[in-house]
């Protein structure tokens, strides 16, 4: 039997983003730790500009609602015509609409998104998109806190920047995703670095005492005591 050595086995997503405004989209990965997922093969990213699939003459991509009432809709026909497109070429786990509506993102969200393979993400704007769309192509439905943003780009960049850097390999030291904030529902310990002082102002003790022990009991009392301050909706 012939096993893969798992030096040699790449973990690595599509992301396929659906959008009226790419422009925005281009900024958030091509930095850092999302350039490098892609240029470490860990991350392959389209953004797609849903104005190229209309078949209007002026390209446009929303209309009136029906019925009446102010702010236009995004229709149907030219986000139907890409997703049709892209799920001709490859399988999609997941079709995300971002909403102002949708389940807020939790660290939960992201840990289980980042094991997938393919996942297409639709930006919303305007009112709304046509509710067609919503009922026979999107699988999950994702907000990133309450309040509106003037569409759904902003959150798709927040999205996929929560789940490329869990990919195993995309952070240079792995165990630095699993001891962030919210992996063990606790907020993380305060951090320090030199000088050991800095105007009377003191790093505590225990971090400079080189007995992991208690440093690893010190993190765990801060992280709870913040946690317990701050956050103590996550201890219930
Ligand atoms: N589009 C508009 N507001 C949003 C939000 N809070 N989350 C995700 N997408 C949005």
């Known amino acids: 039997m012939n096993i893969p050595c798992l030096k040699y086995l790449i973990l690595s997503m599509r992301i396929d983003i659906l959008t009226i405004l790419p422009d925005l989209l281009h900024s958030p990965f091509s930095d850092s730790i999302m350039k490098r997922a892609q240029t470490k093969g860990h991350l392959e990213l389209k953004i797609h500009n849903i104005r190229d699939y209309s078949t209007n003459k002026h390209n446009k991509v929303d209309d009136y609602q029906y019925g009446g009432g102010a702010g236009m809709v995004m229709s149907i026909e030219p986000i139907a015509a890409i997703i049709e497109k892209l799920k001709a070429e490859r399988e999609y786990e997941e079709i995300i609409f971002m909403t102002p509506d949708g389940e807020i993102l939790e660290q939960s969200i992201c840990n289980d998104l980042s094991l997938k393979g393919n996942i297409m993400i639709l930006c919303g ?51 630095s995703a699993l001891t962030d904030s919210f992996q063990d529902g606790l907020l993380s310990p305060p951090v320090y670095t030199r000088p050991p002082e800095y105007n009377g102002m ?35």
Do not use: M
Request: no cysteine; proline share 3%; hydrophobic share 35%.
């Open 202 to 236: 003191k790093v505590p003790e225990v971090l400079l005492s080189g007995d992991f022990g208690k440093i690893d009991k010190w993190r765990e009392e801060k992280a709870l005591e913040r946690t317990k301050t701050r956050r103590p909706d996550l201890l219930d």
């Open 125 to 175: 704007h305007y009112k709304g998109v046509d509710e067609r769309i919503r009922e026979h192509y999107i699988t999950k439905e994702i907000s990133i806190g309450s309040y509106v943003l003037s569409g759904g780009e902003l959150g798709a960049a927040v999205l996929v920047d929560s789940v490329v850097r869990l990919i195993p390999g995309v952070l240079n030291d792995e165990t």
